[in-house]
T-cell receptor, first 115, second 108 residues
Framework: KAGVTQTPRYLIKTRGQQVTLSCSPI?????VSWYQQTPGQGLQFLFE???????NKGNFPGRFSGRQFSNSRSEMNVSTLELGDSALYLC??????????????FGEGSRLTVL | KNEVEQSPQNLTAQEGEFITINCSYS?????LHWLQQHPGGGIVSLFM???GKKKHGRLIATINIQEKHSSLHITASHPRDSAVYIC??????????FGKGTRLHILP
């Protein structure tokens, strides 16, 4: 079955712009979570969605937002981009939001460069 | 202080050696994943643990909830095991917290 698909894979933006990233989970998975990875901070949790509802959110400013659609696809948006937002953005999908089923599948990521 | 601490940060070993990577956490958790990330970014979940021990091929993962500690072991290590290994825990607030990762390099 198809894996987790993230688009776009690479993008370059300038400071002040906004960006939208997309994540299509594995078919049947209703939970999608988002992460930011940078060389300095490592992996950090952004937010988690289940059945179109945001279940929880990490410690990021309000410029970071997301949503999940009825087909479980998810998008995240970063407004007023800053240089420090340059990172690899990863999403992961699972059957349930609590990890109880044990399976967690990651996409290849969207690499954002802010100039 | 990070809520999840991994050790060692870097590890270089010869092919065939037994490898142990440790993950200690200071908060209550409900579950923990061991993740593997190869150069280029792709992340694979190796194990999810909420108690006890799991084994898959040459990989073994254990967790002791009371001692707040988990270990990942690799037996008969191989150069293809070279990667960054990251532990990820779901804390009692249902937030996901990560260790900084262990960079493993297996020499042929």
């Amino acid at each position: 079955k198809a894996g987790v698909t993230q688009t776009p894979r690479y993008l370059i933006k300038t400071r002040g712009q906004q960006v939208t990233l997309s994540c299509s989970p594995i078919s049947g998975h209703r939970s999608v979570s988002w992460y930011q990875q940078t060389p300095g901070q490592g992996l950090q949790f952004l937010f988690e969605y289940f059945s179109e509802t945001q279940r929880n959110k990490g410690n990021f400013p309000g410029r970071f937002s997301g949503r999940q659609f009825s087909n479980s696809r998810s998008e995240m948006n970063v407004s007023t981009l800053e240089l420090g937002d340059s990172a690899l953005y990863l999403c992961a999908s699972s059957l349930d939001p609590g990890w109880f089923t044990g399976e967690l599948f990651f996409g290849e990521g969207s690499r954002l460069t802010v100039l | 202080k990070n809520e999840v601490e991994q050790s060692p940060q870097n590890l270089t070993a010869q092919e065939g050696e037994f490898i142990t990577i440790n993950c200690s956490y200071s908060v209550g958790i409900s579950a923990l994943h061991w993740l593997q990330q190869h150069p280029g970014g792709g992340i694979v979940s190796l194990f999810m643990l909420s108690s006890g021990k799991k084994k898959h091929g040459r990989l073994i993962a254990t967790i002791n909830i009371q001692e707040k500690h988990s270990s990942l072991h690799i037996t008969a290590s191989h150069p293809r095991d070279s990667a960054v290994y990251i532990c990820a825990a779901r804390n009692r607030d249902d937030k996901i917290i990560f260790g900084k990762g262990t960079r493993l390099h297996i020499l042929p």
